[in-house]
């Protein structure tokens, strides 16, 4: 009888558990219609990051999540360079601030203290390339923050390291193929900053009655 009671009194704690872990995923996503509306809303654009690294199984899922965007005709006409190494950062930065002399600060600065850097390239023998590569980019800043995992695109990087020759000891290291152009960046990290989302336009959007 003592057994049954006590069976009794755990499964009782149990389900107590369960729905309380439900009503408050329920409020917690209340404001949104779900899980996936909620993620793309909450994205902001982060620039101040704790030091700490993401760990390499949660960006294997990210860029794995990245590799599975839409793109035409599945040509995936992109290849991407996660740089997790805080070595290798310090080494582009050092390349980075050699090249820009007492600009130094303010290209080094490009990358917005991001621990970890994602660096896409695109296939110039197809047109739509930078669309795949900015799908690319939305699907891992999406899976990040789906993952607790902060981001933000930067297309500066691109300016600092394409126009300017001493730079080109970057693009070497990261090794992109023949035929490919640096085009983009997305940062990575944990977030030490909570933005306000930016105001949209929506008269940018029209139905065509
Ligand atoms: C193609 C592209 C390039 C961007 N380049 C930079 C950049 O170089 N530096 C930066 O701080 N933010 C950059 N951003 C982030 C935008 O400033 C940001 O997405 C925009 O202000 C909207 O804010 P939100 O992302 O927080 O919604 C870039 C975004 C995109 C899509």
């Known amino acids: ?6 069976l009794l009194a755990v499964v009782c704690v149990v389900a107590l558990a369960a729905c309380c872990t439900k009503t408050e995923k329920t409020e917690e996503t209340m404001k949104y219609e779900n899980e996936t509306i909620e993620t793309i809303m909450e994205r902001r654009s982060i620039r101040k990051y704790k030091p700490e690294t993401v760990a390499r199984e949660t960006l294997e899922k990210i860029m794995e999540c990245g590799i599975n965007a839409p793109n035409g005709q599945n040509k995936q006409s992109w290849e991407v360079r996660v740089v997790d190494n805080p070595v290798v950062m310090d080494e582009i930065k050092a390349v980075m601030a050699e090249a820009y002399g007492d600009k130094a600060e303010m290209a080094v600065g490009c990358f917005r203290g991001a621990p970890v850097m994602v660096f896409i390239a695109r296939d110039l023998n197809y047109d739509f390339s930078a669309y795949d590569c900015g799908l ?4 891992i800043m999406l899976s990040a923050q789906s993952l607790g995992v902060g981001s933000i695109c930067l297309g500066s990087p691109v300016r600092f390291i ?21 085009c983009l960046c997305v ?3 944990y977030a030490d900053e909570a933005p306000e989302a930016k105001p949209r336009m929506k008269e940018k959007v029209k139905f065509v009655e």
Do not use: H, Q, T, V
């Open 136 to 139: 690319l980019a939305e699907n």
């Open 1 to 6: 009888m003592k057994k049954i009671k006590l």
């Open 187 to 189: 940062g990575l990290g």
């Open 162 to 182: 394409n126009d300017n020759p001493a730079c080109a000891p970057i693009l070497e290291r990261l090794g992109f193929s023949e035929g490919y152009e640096f």
